[in-house]
C-alpha cells in the first residue's frame, strides 16, 4: 500500500539551521549548532540527558526562538516564525511525553490535524460544504491510521491504547497535517521490540514516500537499524555528525555518550 | 400566568447568555468574567438605539452584537498576552471597566439611574406586546443561539477550540493558530451575549447597571458549571434550574433583608455538590466529544 495521503512535493527540500544557539539562564542549551536536513533523509539525534537534543527540535519546529542563527526551510529564513506557522510550512514535532487528546477517539485525534479544513473558519462551519468535507477527512484519516499500523482502534479513546500504540497516533497526527519534515522527540521510548519495528518499518515507508525525518533516540540499535546520518550531542554542542559506525568508533563519542 | 411568562422570558434570556459562556467555559476552557459586561453593551446598545432612533428589533440586535463584538475585542487583546489565570484577571478588569463606564457615562447611559421608557420590540410593522407574544420571540431567540453554538461546537472549528482546552501545546504542534481560533470565540460568544441583551432591554423595558455587575458574571458561570459544561442541552438546564431555585425562594417567605444572603448560600451549596456527584454538571458529558 503507497500513502498517497498527504501529498509530498517532489522538488528537493531541506530543513536546516545555521549556527543556532540558545541558553536558559546561565545554561547553554544549544551552541553554535548548525545542522541540515534532506528530503528522504533519516537524521537521527543521540547524547546524554541536558545535551540539548530536545532543545534542538523545539528550535526547528519553532516552539523555541534562537538567541542567534538562522533557521532555514527550502532556503527561506524562517526564524521568529510562530509554531503553528512553522507546521502549516511542513515542519511537524512529536513530543518526548505523548501529547494527544486522551478523552478523544483515535480519529478524532487526527482529524484535528488535518490541514486545510473549511470547517475550520467559524463561517464555513455553518456550511454544507464542510460537513462534506468532513466526511472525505474522515475516510483519509481512517486510511493513514491503516498505514501506521492502527487497523481496527479508529474508535478506540487514545487513553485506552497501549504507550506504542499512543506513539503511532502521535505520528499519524504529524502525517495529517501534511508534514515533510518529521521531528521526532524518542519515538522509541517505552516501546518494547516488537513496537519498535513497527515503528521502524512505519518511518522507512515515510522516507521512501519523500519524507525526511529527524529523530532523537537513546536506543543505539534502533538508531543503527533506522538512520542514514547521526548527530551527537554533548553540552549543547555537536561533537560529531556521520554515518554511525564511523560516529561510534570516536573516542571522544565513547566518552560522552556510551561510556 | 403573566408571573411564569416573565420568569420563562427570564430563564430564556439567561440560557441564551449561559449559551453564550459555554463556549468560551466549556470548549475554550478559560473561565471569563466579563460575560455580563458584554450582555449590558448588547442592552444598552438596543435600548439607546430604540428609544432615540426609534429602530426595529431586528435592527437593534444587529447594532447590539456588532457593539458587543467590538468590545470583545479588548478581552481578545488581552488574549494575546496573558495566558490562564492571568486572562481570567483580563476579563474582571473588562467586567470592572465597562460597568464602571455604564455608570459612570451619565451623557449616555443616565448612569445608577438607568434608563427607562424602552420601546417593546417592533418585528417590521408587528409591535410585540404580550407577554405571551414575546416569550415566543425569546424561545426563538435561545433557539437560534443554542442551534448556532451546537454548530460551532460540532464542527471542525469546536473541534480545535475542544483540543486549545485540553492541550493547547499539542494544537499549536499540528498548525493550529490558537490565538485566533481564541478570538473568534470570544468574539462569537459576545455576539451571542450582546444579542440577549437586546432582548433583554425590550422585555425588561428599564435596564440600569445593577442587572450587569461582576455577581451576574459569577451567576453565569455557575449556571454553565451545574448545568453542564461543552454540553448540548447543560448551559440551558444550569439557567432554567437556577431561575427557577432563585425564584422558588420567593415562595419559601424569607425575610427581604435575608433573601439574598440564602440565595448565595444555596448556590455555594448546590456548586459544591454538582461538582462532588456531577462534575460535569446536570447534564453534562464524559468525552471529548459533544
Same mark, same amino acid.
Given at each position: 500500500?503507497?500513502?498517497? %495521503?498527504?501529498?509530498?512535493?517532489?522538488?528537493?527540500?531541506?530543513?536546516?539551521?545555521?549556527?543556532?544557539?540558545?541558553?536558559?539562564?546561565?545554561?547553554?542549551?544549544?551552541?553554535? +549548532?548548525?545542522?541540515?536536513?534532506?528530503?528522504?533523509? !533519516? +537524521?537521527?539525534?543521540?547524547?546524554?540527558?541536558?545535551?540539548?537534543?530536545?532543545?534542538? !527540535?523545539? !528550535?526547528?519546529?519553532?516552539? +523555541?526562538?534562537?538567541?542567534?542563527?538562522?533557521?532555514?526551510?527550502?532556503?527561506?529564513?524562517?526564524?521568529?516564525?510562530?509554531?503553528?506557522?512553522?507546521?502549516?510550512?511542513?515542519?511537524?514535532?512529536? %513530543?518526548?511525553?505523548?501529547? @494527544?487528546?486522551?478523552?478523544?477517539?483515535?480519529?478524532?485525534?487526527?482529524? @484535528?490535524? #488535518?490541514?486545510?479544513?473549511?470547517?475550520?473558519? !467559524?463561517?464555513?462551519? %455553518? &456550511?454544507?460544504?464542510? =460537513? =462534506?468535507?468532513?466526511?472525505?477527512? =474522515?475516510?483519509?484519516?481512517?486510511?493513514? @491510521?491503516?498505514?501506521?499500523?492502527?487497523? &481496527?482502534?479508529?474508535?478506540?479513546?487514545?487513553?485506552?491504547?497501549?504507550?506504542?500504540?499512543?506513539?503511532?497516533?502521535?505520528?499519524?497526527?504529524?502525517?495529517?497535517?501534511?508534514? #515533510? %519534515?518529521l521531528m521526532l522527540d524518542e519515538p522509541f521510548a517505552g516501546l518494547h521490540r516488537r513496537e519498535v519495528n513497527d515503528v521502524a518499518v512505519v518511518l522507512r515507508r515515510l522516507q521512501q514516500e519523500g519524507r525526511a525525518i529527524l529523530f532523537i533516540e537513546h536506543d543505539v540499535a534502533a538508531v543503527r537499524e533506522l538512520a542514514d546520518s547521526v548527530l551527537v550531542m554533548d553540552e549543547g554542542r555537536i561533537l560529531a555528525q556521520g554515518p554511525i559506525d564511523e560516529v561510534l568508533r570516536r573516542s571522544d563519542v565513547a566518552e560522552a555518550y556510551l561510556a | 400566568m403573566e408571573y411564569i411568562l416573565r420568569v420563562l422570558v427570564l430563564s430564556c434570556v439567561y440560557a441564551m447568555l449561559a449559551v453564550s459562556l459555554d463556549l468560551i467555559v466549556g470548549y475554550v476552557g478559560i473561565l471569563s468574567l466579563a460575560q455580563a459586561a458584554l450582555f449590558g453593551i448588547g442592552a444598552y446598545t438596543s435600548a439607546l438605539l430604540a428609544i432615540h432612533w426609534q429602530l426595529g428589533f431586528l435592527s437593534t440586535q444587529f447594532v447590539s452584537i456588532v457593539a458587543a463584538?467590538? *468590545?470583545?475585542?479588548?478581552?481578545?487583546?488581552?488574549?494575546?498576552?496573558?495566558?490562564?489565570?492571568?486572562?481570567?484577571?483580563?476579563?474582571?478588569?473588562?467586567?470592572?471597566?465597562?460597568?464602571?463606564?455604564?455608570?459612570?457615562? *451619565?451623557?449616555l447611559t443616565n448612569g445608577p439611574d438607568g434608563v427607562g421608557g424602552i420601546p417593546r420590540p417592533r418585528l417590521l410593522f408587528w409591535t410585540i406586546e404580550s407577554d405571551g407574544a414575546f416569550f415566543a420571540l425569546a424561545v426563538v431567540c435561545l433557539a437560534v443561539s443554542w442551534q448556532l453554538k451546537n454548530m460551532i461546537s460540532s464542527s471542525p472549528f469546536g473541534r480545535v477550540l475542544r483540543a486549545i482546552r485540553e492541550d493547547e501545546t499539542f494544537a499549536t504542534s499540528l498548525g493550529k493558530?490558537?490565538?485566533?481560533?481564541?478570538?473568534?470565540?470570544?468574539?462569537?460568544?459576545?455576539?451571542?451575549?450582546?444579542?440577549?441583551?437586546?432582548?433583554?432591554?425590550?422585555?425588561?423595558?428599564?435596564?440600569?447597571? /445593577?442587572?450587569?455587575?461582576?455577581?451576574?458574571?459569577?451567576?453565569?458561570?455557575?449556571? *454553565? *458549571?451545574?448545568?453542564?459544561?461543552?454540553?448540548?442541552?447543560?448551559?440551558?438546564?444550569?439557567?432554567?434550574a437556577l431561575v427557577a431555585m432563585q425564584e422558588g425562594l420567593r415562595f419559601i417567605g424569607l425575610?427581604?433583608?435575608? /433573601?439574598?444572603?440564602?440565595?448565595?448560600?444555596?448556590?455555594?451549596?448546590?456548586?459544591?455538590?454538582?461538582?462532588?456527584?456531577r462534575p460535569k454538571g446536570l447534564v453534562g458529558t464524559y468525552r471529548f466529544g459533544r
Open positions: 500500500m503507497t500513502l498517497d %495521503f498527504p501529498p509530498v512535493l517532489d522538488e528537493v527540500k531541506c530543513l536546516s539551521c545555521e549556527r543556532v544557539s540558545k541558553h536558559y539562564g546561565g545554561i547553554a542549551a544549544v551552541q553554535n +549548532v548548525s545542522c541540515r536536513l534532506d528530503c528522504k533523509q !533519516i +537524521v537521527a539525534v543521540i547524547g546524554p540527558n541536558g545535551a540539548g537534543k530536545t532543545t534542538l !527540535i523545539n !528550535i526547528l519546529s519553532g516552539f +523555541v526562538r534562537p538567541e542567534s542563527g538562522r533557521l532555514l526551510l527550502d532556503g527561506y529564513d524562517i526564524t521568529g516564525r510562530p509554531p503553528h506557522d512553522v507546521a502549516v510550512m511542513g515542519v511537524c514535532r512529536t %513530543f518526548q511525553e505523548v501529547r @494527544l487528546l486522551r478523552e478523544a477517539t483515535v480519529v478524532e485525534n487526527v482529524l @484535528l490535524a #488535518r490541514s486545510t479544513q473549511a470547517g475550520e473558519s !467559524i463561517f464555513g462551519a %455553518f &456550511g454544507g460544504a464542510s =460537513r =462534506r468535507q468532513e466526511v472525505e477527512n =474522515r475516510r483519509n484519516c481512517q486510511e493513514l @491510521l491503516d498505514f501506521v499500523g492502527l487497523e &481496527g482502534c479508529h474508535s478506540h479513546l487514545v487513553s485506552a491504547l497501549s504507550f506504542g500504540q499512543q506513539k503511532l497516533v502521535s505520528l499519524a497526527c504529524c502525517l495529517a497535517t501534511g508534514a #515533510r %519534515f | 463584538v467590538l *468590545v470583545s475585542g479588548l478581552l481578545s487583546l488581552a488574549a494575546f498576552r496573558l495566558k490562564e489565570d492571568y486572562l481570567v484577571i483580563g476579563s474582571f478588569g473588562l467586567q470592572l471597566i465597562v460597568y464602571s463606564g455604564f455608570r459612570n457615562f *451619565v451623557w493558530n490558537t490565538m485566533v481560533f481564541k478570538c473568534l470565540a470570544f468574539a462569537f460568544s459576545a455576539g451571542l451575549a450582546g444579542s440577549a441583551g437586546g432582548l433583554y432591554a425590550h422585555y425588561a423595558r428599564f435596564i440600569d447597571p /445593577s442587572s450587569f455587575t461582576l455577581d451576574e458574571s459569577v451567576l453565569l458561570i455557575s449556571m *454553565v *458549571v451545574i448545568g453542564g459544561p461543552a454540553s448540548v442541552w447543560g448551559p440551558v438546564a444550569g439557567a432554567f425575610p427581604a433583608s435575608t /433573601s439574598a444572603q440564602v440565595r448565595q448560600l444555596l448556590y455555594g451549596a448546590l456548586l459544591i455538590v454538582i461538582v462532588a456527584t
